[in-house]
């Protein structure tokens, strides 16, 4: 099968950016330099590409060295984190935001407090009024009267009649040692 013109076709792969984008795709301005220039480029670019491996070989030296310092120091990643977290922690408290937000919530407490208290002073002062109106009053000596006429009052009787008697008022019957009442039986 043959495929008609359909025109211009996009590339099945768009090339990365970095050295191997650079290389894939030729530039325009590349084509004017001469080839003087070019090697001129090619070993400048040459130049900077070993510096940079040789940067990367002094970072992880770096690296490594103070690794081996922080171990020798005793400082692992979990005291590294509470440091930064205390360092972290001690900005935040000392930050103009966090006095202004600190002293407004402070004062907030104050007005509030103060209120709560006035409104509960008001409440009680509420309370005693009614505590004192006639109808309370009344309400209140009702309350008293039925209390002493629901109260029992202590029986001058025998104690020990009471004490010999079940709630029925039956007297307690006495069973010989050994012997269960008939409607006891043994477990």
Request: glycine residues 4%; aromatic residues 4%; contains cysteine.
């Amino acid at each position: 099968m043959e495929e008609a013109d359909q025109g211009p076709k996009s590339p099945d792969f768009i090339p990365e950016v970095g050295e191997d984008a650079v290389n894939a795709v030729p530039c325009s301005p590349c084509m004017a330099l001469t080839e003087e220039e070019q090697a001129e480029l090619h070993s400048e670019l040459a130049k900077v590409e070993d510096e940079i491996q040789t940067l990367s070989q002094v970072l992880a030296a770096k690296e490594k060295q103070v690794a081996d310092l922080k171990r020798k120091l005793g400082i692992n990643p979990l005291n590294e984190f509470k440091q930064n977290l205390s360092k972290g922690w001690n900005e935040v408290t000392t930050s103009t935001a966090y006095k202004k937000t600190s002293e407004t919530l402070s004062q907030v407490g104050q007005k509030a407090t103060t209120a709560f208290s006035s409104v509960g002073s008001a409440i009680s002062r509420k309370l005693e009024d009614v505590r004192n109106t006639p109808t309370f009053k009344s309400f209140e000596e009702k309350v008293e009267t039925l209390k002493t006429k629901m109260s029992p009052t202590p029986s001058t009787g025998d104690t020990e009649e009471v004490s010999e008697s079940t709630p029925d008022g039956e007297p307690v019957a006495e069973h010989p040692e050994g012997t269960c009442p008939p409607d006891q039986k043994t477990h």
